[in-house]
């Protein structure tokens, strides 16, 4: 949906915005702070849905009427979330890359595994 593309990008164009700011504008700090404003809250929201839906994830995957094998919720999007903030502080070089899109990559791994599990019929 057109909604769900605007979510994914806001993040990394604030980002991008901010750079831009910094090193561009006469009063940066001033609009630094206004970027700050409206960006920490949706950072807030976006983790928090995050959160949300993994855990119904795990959720999903352990209840005795799943049809997702149990291995599945290895797999889950906090964990390996959890993973790349762990390679962002072992090795910075390679974490920096990954960080920036750390909740789309967590979640293409878990989509990745389910496609997985689905081309096995492990998933019926």
């Known amino acids: ?5 605007f979510l994914i990008n806001v993040p990394h164009g604030i980002v991008a915005f ?4 910094q090193k561009e504008a006469s009063n940066a700090s001033q609009v630094l702070e206004v970027c700050k404003a409206l960006h920490d809250p949706l950072t807030v929201a976006l983790g928090i849905g995050f959160v949300i839906l993994t855990i119904g994830i795990v959720r999903a ?18 964990l390996i979330y959890a993973l790349v903030m762990a ?11 990954l960080m920036v899109a750390g909740f789309n990559f967590a979640n293409m791994i878990f989509l990745g ?12």
Do not use: D
């Open 61 to 78: 995957a352990r209840s005795e009427n799943s049809h997702l094998p149990q291995w599945i919720m290895y797999f889950n999007p906090i």
């Open 18 to 21: 901010v750079g831009i700011i």
């Open 1 to 5: 949906s057109p909604h769900g593309k």
């Open 87 to 97: 390679i962002y502080f072992a090795i910075p070089s390679i974490g920096n890359y």
């Open 113 to 124: 595994a389910c496609w997985w599990a689905l081309r096995k019929n492990e998933i019926t």
